[in-house]
């Protein structure tokens, strides 16, 4: 009789109690397998495990308080979907976000990510429903012997601040220099765009010898021109160097850097001809040419003298006139075979009328063409072949003579002994 009494309350109560808990708890089967670590990256007890369960989805947040009150955050209110087959689990090695000690301030860099200092903490679970309905757990941890050491950045210099990375030969390249106070930390440097494009940049091989230790560390950036990969877009980038240590704190450092006239330069002679004024020339007459440029890159192409024009005596040579090589120019040069240099003869890529003048520097624009013409008197037969072989080129002075640059549109001269 008894028994059919409870049978019949049960009946009746469990409802109700189901009905007055509402659903199931929001976060439920919360555990840290430990209750202490010494984050330094050791081996030994440097990492817990958290596990929960979250039964609805909701913000959850994963904070630590020591005994003064100051609060350090893990994860704040990061979204999450309910938990249906497994508990959620992380890791945490004693890093939280960024915070300073009383005292602290560093012009040079943020602290972005940091361990925990040692002490006792107490740490809450939090999930946080969007009905404002919020749950949380709590425990206390110790850390012990954590490497507390912070991987400082300073002095992050880019000099020059505004590059041109064209292969011009002037302001090519960036050099990027910062000093790291600690040793085992990963360095990285790298450019970011506004629209979050990063760019990442390599270290100068000359000081990988120091890889690991404290030091100054060189970056050298020339924005892949010199890969042939077209450098990022004109503009003022921003520039992080970033520390992070073996523990996982995390050092970050900025300045910017321009860049200005950037991309790859392409100069052609146009349709690969050129206009000879003979293929034979009676001794003390001379050979004159024309031809076309054509700047089919992004990139504005520099030059140099002597003049389009210019006549040379065939005994003299670019160096003769003064007009030396300048690495990353570019000239027109004509070669024959008996010719006991390079391409003896070069002028600039165009005139006065076309070419523009930076920084005391001058330059044929981007998709822009210049008519170049120039003579040689030959003063005798100067070799053994005659007739020789007469070509032009586009010389990229120091860099490259491109294929498609180099014997354009050959003459067969013959110079007539009178
Ligand atoms: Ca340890
Ligand atoms: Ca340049």
């Known amino acids: 009789m008894q028994n059919r ?27 840290f397998d430990r209750d202490l670590i010494t984050p330094n990256a050791d081996g030994h007890t440097d990492v817990l495990k958290i596990t929960y369960n979250l039964n609805r989805s909701a913000e959850v947040s994963i904070f630590f308080e020591d005994d003064d009150g100051n609060r350090f955050a893990f994860r704040d209110r990061a979204y999450r979907g309910p938990s249906v087959q497994q508990p959620y689990e992380v890791l945490f090695s004693g890093v939280v976000d960024g915070y300073l ?28 429903e969007k009905t404002g309905h919020t749950e949380q757990v709590t425990g206390t941890l110790t850390i012990a012997d954590a490497d507390t050491a912070l991987p400082e950045l300073r002095n992050l210099t880019v000099s020059p601040s505004v590059f041109t990375p064209n292969r011009d030969g002037i302001n090519d390249r960036a050099r990027i220099n910062v000093y790291l106070s600690k040793a085992d930390t990963t360095l990285s440097v790298y450019l970011l765009d506004q629209g979050g494009t990063r760019y990442p940049v390599e270290r100068d091989a000359q000081t990988l010898a120091r890889a690991g230790q404290p030091g100054v560390y060189a970056f050298d950036y020339d924005a892949g021109v010199d890969d042939g990969v077209r450098p990022p877009p004109d503009g003022t980038y921003a520039v992080y160097a970033e520390a992070r240590d073996r523990v996982g704190q995390l050092v970050v450092a900025t300045t910017t850097l321009t860049i200005r006239d950037g991309g790859l330069p392409m100069g052609y002679i146009f349709q690969g001809e050129v206009d000879w004024s003979s293929t034979s020339v009676v001794i003390g007459e001379t050979l004159v040419f024309t031809l076309t440029v054509e700047n089919d890159g992004s990139a504005p192409i520099r030059t140099s003298g002597p003049a389009p024009g210019t006549v040379y005596e065939s005994d003299q040579n670019y160096a003769t006139l003064g007009e030396y090589i300048q690495s990353g120019v570019f000239r027109v040069g004509i070669h024959c075979e008996n010719a006991t240099s390079n391409y003896p003869w070069r002028w600039a890529v165009g005139d006065d009328t076309v070419l523009v003048e930076r920084d005391g520097q001058r330059y044929l624009p981007p998709d822009t063409r210049a008519v170049v013409t120039g003579s040689i008197r030959f003063g005798d037969v100067m070799g053994a072949r005659n007739p020789q072989y007469c070509w032009a080129g586009l010389i990229h002075e120091d860099v490259e003579i491109s294929p498609l640059n180099d014997r354009v549109d050959p003459v067969s001269l013959f110079i007539q002994v009178p």
């Open 5 to 31: 009494y409870l049978l019949l309350a049960l009946i009746i109560v469990l409802p109700l109690m189901l009905t007055a808990c509402g659903e199931q708890p929001l976060l439920s089967g919360v555990s």
């Open 101 to 128: 000690l009383p005292g602290e301030s560093y012009d040079d860099f943020d602290v972005k990510r940091r361990v925990l200092q040692d002490g006792e903490y107490v740490w809450t679970v939090e999930a946080n």
